[in-house]
């Protein structure tokens, strides 16, 4: 008998197949740090029943519309605004994503991130490197205090409140906004709900953990940066999508806000000329929220028990639904 068809748009271990080998037949693009072009991921795709792809693959409905017949397609992340999902549902395949998973290992890095900006911890360690380090000074690369301060997170979902529980470590304020009320993270946090203009006047670091979405494309832009303290932090893990960087630029160049922390950046990959790394007050990481190994194998493992669900008839564990 003829196994189902499942193409994977990145080369993953293939220890992580093993138990599914016995059912399907797995085909994959060769290269780890490549993305699949485009033609190659269409040809391959009018054969397969399922595919797990990146979020570095652009599914749109024009993809989806010679792609009918696929059954899933899973997403290795959370976030799918790759993703034209309401086209998916429409023709009947199934969209997945991996929450849960990654959500204490992105919510560590969110905590890094605005550590090494705060206390300016890239630039220290290049200081060294550069050997420009003489002497030990009173104000050698001083930085912001983090303890006893404001955070503001914009997002209270999965992600946003472990960031606001590992902020209690460090007696922080709390306040959040979100388009729904978190009663459980305000009890069980002490988180406190603004308005989002509140939570740019009165924040010391403002998060951005909030999808990429018609609405919060580029929610961060001139406006909400000239609302924010001159000493703001503001740090970004969600999408690049939600910051207007050409306003964040000109944020940080004319001290309008003190640094940023990036993770990720309107259009990925960014190269070292990328305005942003001119700036001595901003930290650029290449989208590593949730790279660690434990967590970006168990993502993949999710989006095989996903894929093998629904080619068995079942509910996927985590689908993605559109209201
Ligand atoms: P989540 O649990 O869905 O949390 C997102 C939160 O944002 C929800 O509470 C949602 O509110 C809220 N929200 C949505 N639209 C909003 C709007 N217009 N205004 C205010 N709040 C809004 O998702 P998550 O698992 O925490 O992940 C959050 C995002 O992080 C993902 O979408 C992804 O883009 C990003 N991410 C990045 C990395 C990385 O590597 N850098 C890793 C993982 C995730 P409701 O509760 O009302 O829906
Ligand atoms: C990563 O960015 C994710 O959305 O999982
Ligand atoms: C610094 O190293 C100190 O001892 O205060």
């Given at each position: 008998m003829t196994k189902p068809i499942i193409y994977i748009t990145r080369k993953i271990p293939v220890e992580l197949l093993k138990p599914y080998e016995d059912r399907y037949d797995f085909r994959m693009w060769?290269?780890?740090?490549t993305p699949v072009p485009r033609e190659i991921l269409r040809r391959e795709a009018r054969e397969a029943d399922g595919v797990l792809c990146m979020l570095t693959e652009k599914i749109d409905e024009a993809f989806l519309s010679e792609n009918a017949h696929l059954q899933i397609i899973a997403n290795m992340a959370v976030g799918y605004d790759n993703i034209n999902v309401e086209a998916a549902n429409r023709k009947g395949i199934w969209v997945t994503n991996t929450p849960d998973v990654l959500t204490e290992t992105t919510a560590d890095l969110t905590f890094a991130l605005l550590m090494a900006t705060a206390r300016r911890v890239t630039e220290a360690s290049d200081y060294i490197k550069e050997d420009r380090w003489k002497n030990w000074s009173p104000f050698l690369l001083a930085g912001s205090d983090i303890h006893h301060k404001t955070i503001g997170i914009v997002g209270m979902g999965r992600i946003g409140k472990a960031v606001a529980k590992r902020a209690t470590g460090f007696n922080m304020s709390i306040l959040y906004h979100n388009r729904t009320r978190k009663h459980q993270a305000e009890k069980e946090v002490g988180v406190t709900y603004v308005p989002f203009e509140t939570l740019l006047d009165e924040s010391d670091y403002v998060i951005s953990l909030v999808p990429l979405t018609k609405e919060t494309k580029h929610l961060f832009n001139e406006a909400a940066f000239q609302k924010m303290k001159e000493s703001a932090i503001f740090i970004n893990v969600s999408r690049g999508g939600t910051m207007d960087e050409i306003a964040l630029y000109e944020a940080l160049q004319s001290g309008e806000i003190k640094a940023a922390g990036l993770d990720v950046f309107e259009e990925e990959p960014i190269s070292s000329d990328h305005p942003l790394l001119k700036l001595d007050n901003t930290v650029c990481l290449p989208h590593i929220g949730s790279s660690s190994m434990k967590t970006r194998s168990q993502m993949i493992t999710l989006c095989l028990d996903n894929i093998d669900a629904v080619l068995q008839g079942q509910q996927p564990k985590t689908p993605v639904r559109i209201e």
């Open positions: 060769p290269e780890s740090e």
